[in-house]
């Protein structure tokens, strides 16, 4: 015969299975909405010369919360960053996003992204900033080559295993030539997973290609 009262064991028994569901919930995804950041809407032309409503646009990528390369994102527009080529083309993009709120532990971070224009293999075109809650940061280098080529199709595939063609489609333009258009998903490992992530920092390193981001789901 147990020792332990009844209403004891019952308490122990309900802390077990609410801490089950705070872990389970706290391993879910965590979609992040980038609609405040966003500088050009999907329908938006992000490069060449032409107006910004050009038909030259990623209008054909799925809004909302859709699946890419087996992990759920948010699409509500596009976070456009500069480069040397955006400034020959007149675009006037920021040269970095500040702010992305996550307040949140995480550990993995999972990016849904590409780029406006070719650059050197190797060449780090953006970098990504975490800033913890205890006011550590650690830093994440984008590197062309290695986790995203230029949008318009590329053959060659990039290197980091961790990255992975999550979207390939078309708009009139890339229909001309016979080419698809392409969004790649990067997943990083979060060097910090038991401390709560306060927001993120998205920044060009000014390099020819122009990064940009649709997506961002930490878990």
């Not at 332990?4 to 309900?14: E, G, H, M, S, T």
């Not at 490992?189 to 981001?213: E, G, T, W």
């Amino acid at each position: 015969m147990s020792l332990v009262p009844k209403k004891a064991r019952r308490f122990a028994i309900l802390l077990t299975i609410v801490a089950q569901f705070v872990y389970a919930a706290a391993a879910l995804p965590r979609l992040i909405d980038l609609h405040p950041h966003c500088n050009l809407a999907l329908t938006n032309s992000p490069i060449g010369a032409g107006p910004l409503n050009g038909a030259n646009n990623l209008a054909a990528l799925p809004a909302g919360t859709n699946l890419f390369a087996e992990v759920p994102f948010n699409v509500s527009g596009v976070v456009q960053l500069t480069s040397q080529q955006a400034v020959i083309a007149r675009r006037k993009f920021p040269d970095h996003i500040t702010g992305i709120k996550v307040d949140a532990p995480a550990s993995r971070i999972h990016l849904l992204h590409g780029a406006g224009w070719n650059d050197l293999e190797e060449t780090q075109i953006a970098k990504w900033v975490i800033h913890y809650a205890d006011g550590q940061t650690h830093q994440i280098p984008i590197v062309y080559g290695t986790h995203v080529y230029d949008w318009w199709e590329n053959e060659d595939v990039p290197k980091d295993r961790q990255t992975k063609l999550a979207w390939t489609g078309m708009n009139p333009i890339s229909k001309r030539f016979g080419t698809n258009l392409r969004i790649y998903r990067t997943t990083f490992a979060n060097p910090r997973p038991a401390v709560a992530i306060s927001h993120l920092d998205f920044h060009s390193a000014k390099k020819q290609s122009a990064p940009f981001l649709l997506g961002l789901t930490v878990e």
